[in-house]
């Protein structure tokens, strides 16, 4: 989507607040548009966006930000919503250095596997 038609359907998306809106718009726009994007809105705008947009694509876009940028935004979550994003980004940096990292097929059997079957048990003893 270009940044063109991308920057005012999202600015229009903020003033109205239209959370639904923009998780509708998270579906078709990669995290390097939105990534694209952030810069130009203002520190309240950022806070709605980074409040609407769904968990598994804040940590992509936090990702193809600046890291000054992408600090600005970590220190305006809560502690809680700071930890997630983190923890999606080291999980997600482990799965890509995974593939560069000797075997790859025995580190997915070794530690891929046994960490998701071990997410799938804590989400269920949590709930």
Request: no cysteine; aromatic share 8%.
């Amino acid at each position: 989507m270009e940044r063109e038609t991308l920057f005012p359907e999202v600015r229009a998306l903020l003033d109205a607040r239209q959370t639904a809106g923009i998780v509708a718009l998270s579906e078709r726009v990669s995290p390097a548009a939105w990534a694209d994007i952030i810069p130009s809105l203002d520190t309240a705008e950022v806070i709605t966006l980074v409040q609407s947009l769904p968990e598994a694509v804040l940590p992509e876009v936090l990702a193809d930000l600046a890291p000054a940028e992408a600090a600005t935004i970590l220190r305006n979550l809560t502690h809680a919503e700071a930890a997630s994003v983190l923890g999606a980004m080291a999980l997600h940096a482990f799965w890509n250095g995974s593939s560069l990292i000797g075997d790859f097929f025995v580190l997915y059997i070794t530690a891929q596997i046994p960490l998701f079957i071990g997410f799938i048990f804590v989400i269920v003893a949590v709930e």
